[in-house]
């Protein structure tokens, strides 16, 4: 199966600073990549998608990019204020089935 | 947009017992739903695919004795912990598919299992 590994597994910034959080991928039948902010205890929510015959995309301070042949993208938040603060997850789907990353827990420092 | 509930939202049992989760899409119908498993700090786990009108499909390491999910309409997918341990202590949350690509998430299930 599908096998998403996720880095860095924590990110702090500074407030206003940028922080990326990058994911690789192994099945190349992987087609879309949403990634997922989660406070705790609640479930994930959509920020982002981008799809495999699409290479970067921007909602206003988020961004993503893939580099399908690497196998990876990577997420962009850029202007990070406090209540970015939350866990980031990567998956990659295949068929409506999500595989996701590790993780990354993001705390934006003020 | 859609909106898919669980329930219920947290739970306490005794070790041995059995636990049954619900998923219901609420405004629209999924012949597909899917189950994960979240430990603390950790990430979300798929543990099987929910189909209607057919058996789940389980992912690699997951006990299908175990873990009974059962897609009994297109709006609601069960799961049952079956003769529960502390081990089995997690969040466990459902998804469903509606449009291209698009997952709702439930809010999720906390078992606790003593």
């Known amino acids: 199966g599908e096998n998403v590994e996720q880095h860095p597994s924590t990110l702090s910034v500074q407030e206003g600073d940028s922080a990326v959080i990058k994911c690789t991928y192994s099945d190349s039948a992987s087609n879309y990549f949403p990634w997922y902010k989660q406070e705790l205890g609640k479930r994930p929510q959509l920020i982002i998608d981008i799809r495999s015959n699409v290479g970067e995309k921007k909602d206003q301070r988020i961004a993503v990019t893939l580099n399908k042949t690497a196998k990876h993208f990577s997420l962009h938040i850029t202007e990070t204020q406090p209540e970015d603060s939350a866990v980031y997850f990567c998956a990659a789907s295949i068929l409506d089935q999500f595989y996701f990353g590790t993780g990354t827990s993001l705390t934006v420092i003020p | 947009g859609a909106v898919v509930s669980q329930h219920p939202s947290w739970v306490i049992c005794k070790s041995g017992t059995s636990v049954k989760i619900e998923c219901r899409s609420l405004?629209?119908?999924?012949?597909?739903m899917f189950w994960y498993r979240q430990f603390p700090k950790q990430s979300l786990m798929l543990m099987a695919t929910?189909?209607?009108?057919?058996?789940?499909?389980?992912e690699q390491g997951v006990e299908k004795d175990k873990f009974l999910i059962n897609h009994a309409s297109l709006t609601l997918s069960t799961l049952t912990v079956t003769s529960a341990h502390p081990e089995d202590s997690s969040f466990y949350i459902c998804?469903?598919?509606?449009?291209?690509?698009?997952?709702?998430f439930g809010p999720g299930t906390r078992l606790t299992v003593l």
């Open positions: 929910s189909n209607e009108g057919s058996k789940a499909t389980y």
């Open positions: 998804s469903a598919p509606s449009g291209r690509d698009t997952q709702y």
């Open positions: 405004d629209f119908q999924a012949t597909t």
